[in-house]
């Protein structure tokens, strides 16, 4: 297990992280939170220091959002994914989540020790519980009604699909699965819930509240058009996503963005995630 740990860049998911990795014992360096309160417990020092003296490298989720500057948030300057910034890490062990961009910056990250802690099954399924927590949040705080008492529909019955199902169902209210496969309808009849085939939401029951868990676009205009402008929908599918929102806001249907839920949500909880899956990492 490495002694010095070095968080580079981020957002508040990384600045819970390196407080969680300093209260263990560890020793935590940071670079690219010059503008983030103080990080208890983690010293920030320059990028080249950090290199310098960290055996182990975290970079943030995703590590880059436009292919050209590390995910920095908290940083006063973007930092240019370059073949300077990958030179730093030769030697090191650095953990990313979805590192393909940053593969295609230098080809000196082909000499370089990557994992991906995104990748990771553990991850999946421990950051949909947050997702579907975040999630329930939203629709508490925007529905006008009570949540408990209303017929929500959950598009998609894959990792997300099952938490949120399950924390609904747990606090009353009505809730319809959507899927395509026999052995997800079969656990979705296990359960409880009622099921609809993705390929015919909305023809015949109304919903309150529509979750869309589905990365590929399903709430067509025809489908929406089927659907009632008083309906919300939340949308947590990461991009495209599954809703035709401009067909949504010609239709008058209010569609709430919810990807990234984890970061926004819970950043604490999303942090000790990121952290416990690192630790399973190093210990294989």
């Keep these: 297990m490495a002694e010095n740990f070095g968080v580079i860049g981020g957002d508040k998911r990384q600045i819970a992280l390196a407080e969680s990795i300093a209260a263990d014992g560890y ?25 310098l003296i960290c055996d182990c490298i975290i970079l943030p989720l995703p ?34 989540g979805m590192m393909d961009q940053l593969y295609q910056t230098s080809d000196i990250w082909d000499e370089i020790d990557t994992s991906d802690y995104n990748s990771r099954e553990e991850f999946a399924i421990r950051n949909a519980g947050v997702t579907a927590e975040g999630s329930i949040e939203i629709a508490m705080r925007e529905y006008p009604g009570a949540l408990g008492k209303s017929k929500c529909l959950v598009a998609g019955y894959g990792r997300i699909g099952k938490a949120l199902s399950w924390m609904l169902r747990g606090i009353g209210a009505d809730v319809t699965v959507s899927a395509r496969s026999q ?83 819970a950043p604490k909880a999303a942090g000790e995630i990121i952290k416990n899956t690192i630790y399973n990492m190093m210990e294989e």
């Design 27 to 51: 020793n935590v360096y940071t670079f690219g939170f010059d503008l983030a309160p103080e990080i208890k417990g983690a010293k920030e020092v320059q990028l080249s220091d950090a290199a």
């Design 63 to 96: 590590v880059t959002h436009d292919g050209c500057h590390l995910n920095a948030p908290f940083c006063s300057e973007q930092i240019l994914l370059d073949h300077s910034f990958a030179s730093f890490f030769r030697s090191k062990k650095v953990y990313g």
């Design 183 to 265: 052995k997800d309808f079969a656990w979705i009849d296990v359960f409880g819930y009622h099921g609809v085939h993705t390929a015919k939401l909305c023809e015949k029951d109304r919903y309150d509240i529509i979750f869309n868990t589905v990365p590929a676009l399903i709430f067509t205009r025809r489908v929406l058009s089927r659907i009632p402008s008083d309906t919300l929908m939340i949308e947590l599918a990461s991009a495209p996503g599954g809703i035709d929102c401009k067909a949504a806001e010609k239709l008058g249907i209010r569609v709430i963005q919810g990807p990234s839920l984890p970061g926004r949500a």
